[in-house]
């Protein structure tokens, strides 16, 4: 059925595109911008300190306002997330991300005049708005765009945003190789470039439409849904869409909007809000910002000259890019729950072998090769599983009311287990050396045996289906009389108390 099958209409693909490289590619533009120029950037802060004090800075110091530059991004980024709630429902979907960029211009001016202004307290406090500006957009774009794709691409534009983070970490480390822009003149260049994407998504975003189950159901804008659903769909005939979205406003209506609260003591939503947050942990305690920052020490005890060691690093986020390229194309085939296991269980794997190669390294030679290689496997399975598909999930398992609610929980646990491996990393590598992979190992498995026993399947499924399937998990029962919702009326509803939980019954 052409009707089933919807194409990827050039619309779609443009909203798609601009959206993912204004917003997503900024998050990963920041995540890793500040890597290679670190050694410039700490001189710089103590030439700084030295010109005002006239005495240099001590060590200790330094390290705070060091760390403190690279973990205000994260926590920018929960102090982003909850904001999410309450500016998609003011301002929409299409009109968050269009503000979002001014918390991404303003920083990339102050960063990249930071240092003519000799001025290291604009640097950290940009830190944090460009964080608020990425944990924002993390949570914006996948919604947006999952309210706006048909349901058999829905999976595939929703990896889109974490390829263009993907692609957003290669960039800046790319740029930030020592002959381009990681050096003593360039870094202030470097940090600036952020408010690129912002300008442009500025410009270009207004012309795209604003999503169509934000018109209807929040909005009740029954025309402009229509319109938005026809320019998204390429025809006229979207009765069946617009219907299925009404039968969600229906189910909803007796819900109300949940806010973070309700979220917690809903029993319906129980096990998806459950599943997200385990789903969250997982991605973001897996390790891979641990692996991200201990490869140079792996290649440089593996023998890779000290030069060379940026360029690897390259190469490993160009595996990251294509990986995740790769889930693309394989989400909607193989489905999300099986890139999830695979993926984790990658991790997981590659972790415990990455133990056992850096404790042998001294001792048996080839180790070294092997380590590199864990790593890299390492890289693939977080690509095609745990980075992009936990917010696709997010979209795809709460319906309108819920969904904001549901990344602000989502998005908040992302950004605080971010924030937490950014601070504790140091120390466990101190205290456990190579055996701190372990710990990630152990994360890793714990997540796969979870989504094993509860996370459904919900490739090709309208958000309706999706729900039902997790209501019997809740106890809950979800009935809907498809034909008696046809005129629109609102139904009487039920709520009929039983041992189970809620039964509700259209009458």
Not at 218 to 230: M, S, T, V
Request: hydrophobic share 45%; proline share 4%.
């Amino acid at each position: 059925q052409e009707k089933e099958n919807r194409k990827m209409t050039l619309l779609l693909a443009g909203v798609t595109l601009v959206s993912a490289f204004g917003s997503s590619f900024q998050y990963g533009y920041n995540v890793s911008v500040i890597n290679s120029p670190a050694v410039f950037m700490q001189e710089f802060y103590n030439h700084t300190y030295l010109d005002r004090k006239g005495i240099p800075m001590e060590s200790s110091f330094q390290t705070l306002l060091w760390s403190l530059t690279v973990s205000m991004y994260p926590l920018g980024g929960f102090f982003g997330s909850l904001m999410v709630g309450p500016l998609v429902n003011k301002c929409g979907r299409k009109g968050t991300l269009l503000i979002n960029n001014i918390f991404s211009i303003v920083p990339a001016i102050l960063m990249g005049t930071s240092k003519v202004a000799k001025t290291f307290e604009a640097i950290i406090l940009s830190r944090i708005i460009v964080g608020v500006c990425a944990g924002l957009s993390s949570n914006v774009v996948p919604m947006y765009l999952g309210e706006m794709s048909p349901k058999n691409l829905r999976g595939a534009v929703g990896v889109v945003p974490q390829l263009f983070i993907t692609i957003g970490i290669l960039i800046a480390q790319i740029l930030g190789l020592t002959d381009i822009l990681g050096n003593v003149e360039g870094w202030p260049v470097l940090l600036g470039l952020t408010g690129i994407p912002a300008v442009v998504e500025l410009l270009l975003l207004p012309f795209f439409p604003e999503s169509p189950r934000y018109l209807l159901i929040q909005k009740g804008n029954e025309e402009q849904a229509r319109q938005a659903l026809k320019r998204l769909r390429g025809w006229d005939d979207v009765d069946d869409e617009i219907e299925e979205m009404r039968r969600e406003d229906q189910s909803e209506k007796l819900e109300g909007r949940l806010s973070v609260f309700n979220l917690f003591t809903f029993r319906a939503l129980r096990w998806q809000l459950i599943s997200i947050i385990v789903m969250m942990m997982g991605q973001q305690l897996s390790g891979i910002n641990a692996i991200f920052y201990y490869a140079n020490d792996i290649f440089r005890s593996a023998g890779v000259n000290e030069n060379n060691v940026q360029y690897v690093t390259v190469g490993i986020g160009a595996v990251n890019v294509f990986m995740t390229c790769v889930a693309v194309f394989i989400i909607e085939s193989l489905g999300r729950r099986l890139l999830l296991l695979a993926g984790f269980g990658i991790c997981c794997v590659s972790s415990a072998v990455l133990t056992v190669a850096l404790n042998l390294q001294a001792t048996v030679s080839w180790m070294q090769y092997l380590s590199i290689a864990c790593v890299i496997v390492y890289i693939i399975g977080h690509a095609i599983g745990a980075s992009p598909i936990p917010s696709v999930m997010i979209t795809e398992m709460f319906l309108q009311s819920s969904r904001p609610a549901a990344f602000m929980v989502g998005g908040s646990v992302h950004w605080l287990c971010n924030f937490t491996v950014g601070l504790v990393f140091l120390y466990m590598v101190e205290g456990l050396g190579a055996y701190c992979f372990l710990v990630f190992c152990a994360i890793c498995l714990a997540t796969v045996i979870y989504i094993f026993i509860i996370v459904p399947e919900t490739k090709g499924k309208t958000f309706m289906e999706i729900n039902q399937s997790m209501a019997k998990r809740n106890k809950v029962e979800i009935q809907m009389d498809k034909e008696k919702l046809n005129d629109f009326q609102p139904a009487f509803e039920t709520l009929q108390k039983n041992e189970e939980g809620y039964s509700i019954t259209g009458l």
